[in-house]
């Protein structure tokens, strides 16, 4: 079948004999390929990429607790008060998979599996639509086939989950639903903090562009329809986050007790020979191109306000996520140093590689 | 996604176009040499990895575990009034046999925020479970650490798969294990 496909608008036809990627159908097909290569790598090395470890028993038994006996109690890891050295988020949303198939590790580990493949399809699509670019989209999605997600997938852990709230955030961003996707953001510290710094940097980046751009040209004009979704993700994550905030204030010495444990834990980390390490050096690259891209980009108005709206906010979000990752130092934060955050930067360099450049 | 749908705003309306080909292309040379880099980088990040040549062998030692494990469980619940079995922080088999365990026997598995007083796993009706295995963070084997405990248990048996990479000892108060024999003669 001959297909016409277009790079640019001022590139010429081509007729090539293959699917072009502009056609929907295609593109959906190669969405699914990732999905699945990436589900069918996590199998195929599942209980030995990683290798049982502590952290199954520590994540799995509070949801099973959950969906067997319908409480955050979990008195068979001697913690008759529940867990509080990680938000609850992922214990809910565990139980409820455990609840409706069986309460079993395996059935955790399935979902983890299947949360991580639809993570990176969900994070193909919001590429697709920052960098304007079905092809490089995919491309990008090829670092997301990755030892890093692999080794996500075969965790009973919240990155997963982790990876969905990205995806979902960076997809409203895409469609400049930009409260929905801070609030998405802010979801997941309920999850997990990794996203605490990345979100918080993300918020300063929206309110920033309502302050350096004029309202009219920063504001999206909304349907009604968007506005209630907005309206509906605000209030749900408001909600979540009310509950957590008042089971944990039922709790708080023992809140206070678990906290003391991890805060000493990772205190005892040296934050200088961390960035010397393989994740530090990437952090800094990442810091210090994302500081240049500034500098440079504040000299071109035109390109500058396109920056600062659609793109700046998303370089803070991945440098907030990466130093997390970076100073966190767990082997499970390799997905985000070194599968979804290059990724990530991949994609909002070449968005701004697009940029209208004309001089101030 | 028609909810998603918004009007473009007027900054993003204007003209935008593509970069050089040369810089385009210099970006997909970079993705492109990053993914190689990225499986090195990341193929073992722990004591194994990716694709390991051992994957089935290691597979199938760690069922073998989990089932040796269940049934010694198992048969000291029922026939030699173990009420209690208690696992080690580092634990990693307790997951795989929640929904087997026995009836009549509560499993307890303490975790590093929430230890488990010593004075309970030297109950008579008690059993602790010492795994050995291969660390899934570092390229050690380890024993799991007993600690202060060690000295007052003894093992009632152990277990360890073809290769020795997986392995396990049930243990008992010193104290038990003698009154036991006593009360026999």
Redesign the interface.
């Known amino acids: 079948m001959l297909t016409r496909t277009t790079r640019s608008t001022d590139s010429p036809r081509l007729l090539t004999p293959w699917p072009s990627i502009s056609n929907p159908v295609v593109f959906v097909l190669l969405l699914a390929s990732i999905f699945f290569a990436i589900l069918a790598l996590a199998r195929a090395n599942v209980l030995t990429f990683p290798l049982p470890n502590e952290d199954d028993a520590s994540f799995f038994f509070p949801a099973w607790n959950l969906a067997v006996h319908g409480t955050l109690r979990v008195p068979l890891l001697n913690a008759p008060d529940g867990i509080f050295w990680v938000p609850h988020g992922f214990y809910l949303w565990l139980a409820l998979f455990l609840r409706a198939f069986a309460p079993t590790v395996e059935v955790a580990r399935t979902v983890g599996q299947l949360t991580t493949a639809a993570a990176a399809v969900l994070l193909v699509l919001a590429y697709s639509r920052i960098c304007r670019s079905r092809g490089y989209a995919l491309l990008c999605g090829l670092l997301l086939v990755s030892p890093g997600m692999i080794f996500a997938a075969n965790t009973v852990r919240m990155e997963s989950l982790m990876l969905l709230l990205l995806a979902a955030g960076l997809l409203l961003h895409s469609y400049e639903r930009r409260l929905a996707a801070a609030a998405v953001f802010i979801l997941a510290v309920v999850v997990h903090p990794a996203l605490l710094l990345g979100a918080t940097l993300y918020a300063v980046g929206i309110f920033w562009t309502e302050v350096v751009i004029p309202m009219h040209l920063s504001r999206p004009r909304v349907t009604v329809k968007g506005r209630l979704l907005t309206m509906v993700i605000v209030s749900a994550v408001a909600a979540a986050i009310a509950l957590e905030g008042v089971y944990l204030l039922h709790h708080l010495s023992t809140f206070h007790q678990h906290m003391a444990y991890q805060i000493a834990r990772k205190a005892n980390r040296s934050p200088l020979k961390t960035l010397l390490t393989k994740r530090g050096l990437l952090l800094i690259c990442e810091a210090v191109f994302t500081s240049a891209a500034i500098a440079y980009l504040y000299r071109h108005p035109q390109a500058w306000r396109v920056f600062v709206r659609e793109l700046l906010p998303l370089f803070l979000l991945a440098l907030g996520l990466s130093a997390y990752a970076t100073l966190g130092r767990e082997i499970p934060y390799n997905v985000y140093s070194y599968a979804v955050l290059p990724a990530t930067f991949f994609c909002l360099t070449d968005r701004m590689l697009s940029l209208p450049f004309t001089p101030r | ?12 309306t ?7 080909r040369l ?2 292309r210099l ?2 040379f ?3 040499l ?2 190689p880099v ?2 090195v ?3 073992r ?8 040549s ?2 089935r062998q ?2 199938q030692e ?2 073998d575990m989990h089932v040796a494990l269940r049934r010694q469980i198992f048969s000291l619940c029922t026939q030699h009034g173990v009420h209690d079995i208690f ?1 080690s ?8 046999f ?2 087997q365990a026995p009836p009549g026997c509560e ?10 007083a010593p004075s309970r796993e030297l109950a008579c009706s008690a059993v602790v479970v010492d795994e050995s ?5 570092n390229p050690v084997r380890h024993w799991e650490m007993l600690g202060p405990m060690e000295k007052k248990l003894a093992p009632l048996s152990e277990w360890e798969s073809e290769t020795g990479q997986f392995g396990f000892q049930l243990l008992q108060a010193r104290a038990c294990q003698q009154a036991g024999q006593t009360a026999e003669r």
Request: one cysteine or more; aromatic letters at 12%; glycine letters at 2%.
């Open positions: 996604m028609a909810v998603l749908d918004v009007m473009k705003p007027e900054a993003s204007s003209a935008e176009p593509r970069a050089s810089y385009l970006l997909c970079f993705l492109l990053y993914i990225q499986w980088v990341g193929r990040p722990g004591s194994t990895s990716i694709f390991s051992q994957h290691l597979q760690f069922l696992f922080a580092a634990d990693v088999a307790s997951p795989y929640v929904n499993l307890h598995r303490p975790t590093d925020v929430t230890p488990i295995l291969p660390d899934a963070w």
